[in-house]
């Protein structure tokens, strides 16, 4: 399904030739017909004779709806441009052409109107060889131009025809799964409650469909759908669509509103963008202008960054980065305008490179002017690789969405990144042909070699301030990377996973770290382990160890299961610790149970150390108390 949306001077009869083709008045508001001119943004819809029905849509032309008329050109499929025959070329025909130009619409008819009025041909003649000059170096240069009158229905057939060929080789919209429909009507329906229209883009909504309303976030759920005021069950991308939302009421919508599927798109404040100064525009622009932007049915005030140059001069092309006053929901590759203030001037617009940049590039910097430059003309590998970058880790999906290319281009750009290295697969999950909207987890070479670098700098300097522990907490190492927890997991997962790390349970090291004691530590040490050597099942407490060799030496013995703590208090040499496991477990299998006081003769120790290590093994399951008694565990 197409979309056609006209465009041209106020005045010059867009509305009259549209009820003319279609037998449907767009102006829906009664000031519009009081006023005999398009105020808001008008609908019909007009069947080809291929069958096929196309939408149009009817902009207002004067100079003070301008910023109507943008909220209904940005997801059109060609241009229906008017051109008044008795007046000619006018102001706001220029500026519509200029617009028409920027949004990247190369597709079209011109229609020279009310010929009905002229009765010299000549005259005819001239306007159209002038309408020829204005049209030069635009993308309707080679539009068919047709003479018509709506009254008499003079070239309407024509008109129809001419629509159809130049839509008959423009592929429709493609379903990449993620639907979004910028809104730019809201009303109510008696029994129905709230509908929103616009044009459906990059997916298909379905009845039942759960819904979300950016940038606010308002959950909702597709209630009804229609195409042409025909009930349908799916809406399929690049028609006009009208979606009647349970859950959400009117005053919760407003213009310039996307509604999405949840979780497939991302509202921003800060968009790097393409730009082209309209030639004729009335001045140069420069860094920390005002401006307002128009994107989809959004309109916001912006202010511009200038990158890589201090001034834009009338015709001149450069970069920029535009800080916005609300939210917006954009994607690579969409179109848009930039707008003066005041007094209201159309300066220009183009193409968005990056809908969600990382932060505020510094105005010259060479490297992110490169990556703009690549995201702008590079090949479909480079783009994807590029969004890859600007993510850092995401899901494949989120990078395809990013990158903006389609189902095989963007498989082919992933095999390709993957075959050269560029793309590391850190959850392992991807086979040789990788779905692009998988949700693998994935990096760049770069990124990943820079976490990685991170990860094992944190735990060498840790094994550095720390050499007597045996190794990192995990959850600390966590907590110094500062990253999300899926990616965490992932990046450690895979240093283990190549020998970079070694974990053994909480901990992680490195593989050449081993405590090591110095020549002072392990006399201390020596000393220690003789004193439990010559006290096997009485031994020195906790806190006589700790007072003897020291807190980091102590906890390294203990790391190193040298010496076995069973209480707060309690410790035992690791020989001990087996000695008395082995034979607590062997006088209640030879007696069927055991008491306390039974394990302190037989150690010949005192109530202290029994105590704890029998509730140390009724901790572990080992033993179960009954009583004064205790039993095997089953």
Known sequence: MRVIGTAGHVDHGKSTLVEALTGIHPDRLKEEREREMTIDLGFAWLTMPDGEQIGIIDVPGHRDFIENMLAGVGGIDAALFVIAADEGVMPQTREHLAILDILNVQRGVVTLTKIDLIDDPEWINLVEEDIRQVLRGTGLESAPLVRVSARTGEGLPEIVQSLQACLVDHPTRPDLGRPRLPVDRIFTIAGFGTVVTGTLLDGSFRVGDELVILPAGIKGRVRGLQNHKHKVDVAEPGGRTAVNISGVTVDQIKRGDVIALPGNYQPTRRLDVHFRLLRDASHSI???????????????????????????????????????????????????????????????????????????????????????????????????????????????????????????????????????????????????????????????????????????????????????????????????LKIPARTFNAVINRLVAHGALVETGPLVKTPTHAIRF???????????????????????????????????????LVDLGILVPVSPEVVFSADGYDQMVTQVRELIQAHGSITAAQVRDHFNTSRKYVLALLEHLDGLGVTIREGDVRRMKR
């Open 286 to 480: 420069k860094h920390n202008t005002e401006v307002k932007l128009f994107h989809g049915s959004a309109e916001v005030l912006a202010r511009l960054r200038l990158l890589g140059t201090e001034e834009l001069l009338p015709g001149e092309e450069g970069w920029l980065q535009l800080e916005l006053s609300g939210d917006v929901v954009a994607v690579r590759g969409d179109r848009y305008i930039l707008r003066r203030p005041s007094p209201g001037e159309t300066l220009g617009g183009g193409v968005i490179i990056d809908p969600q940049p990382k932060g505020r590039h510094k105005r010259f910097s060479p490297e992110a002017l490169s990556r703009l430059a690549s995201l702008m003309q590079g090949e479909p590998s480079e783009v994807y690789y590029q969004a890859l970058v600007a993510l850092g880790v995401a899901p494949l999906k989120e990078v395809s969405a990013h990158s903006r290319l389609e189902g095989e281009v963007a498989r082919k750009s992933i095999q390709d990144l993957l075959s050269q290295g560029q793309i590391v697969d850190l959850e392992n999950r991807l086979d040789h042909q990788p779905n692009p909207f998988a949700d693998s987890l994935v990096t760049s070479r770069m990124q990943w070699e820079r976490l990685a670098g991170r990860a094992l700098d944190e735990v060498e300097s840790y094994h550095r301030a720390l050499p007597l522990r045996q190794g990192m907490p995990r959850e600390e190492l966590k907590s110094r």
């Open 518 to 556: 110095n020549g002072s530590q392990q006399k201390l040490v020596d000393d220690l382990l003789a004193r439990f050597a010559s006290n096997l099942f009485t031994p020195p407490s906790i806190k006589e160890c700790q007072v003897a060799v020291g807190e980091d030496v102590y906890n390294a």
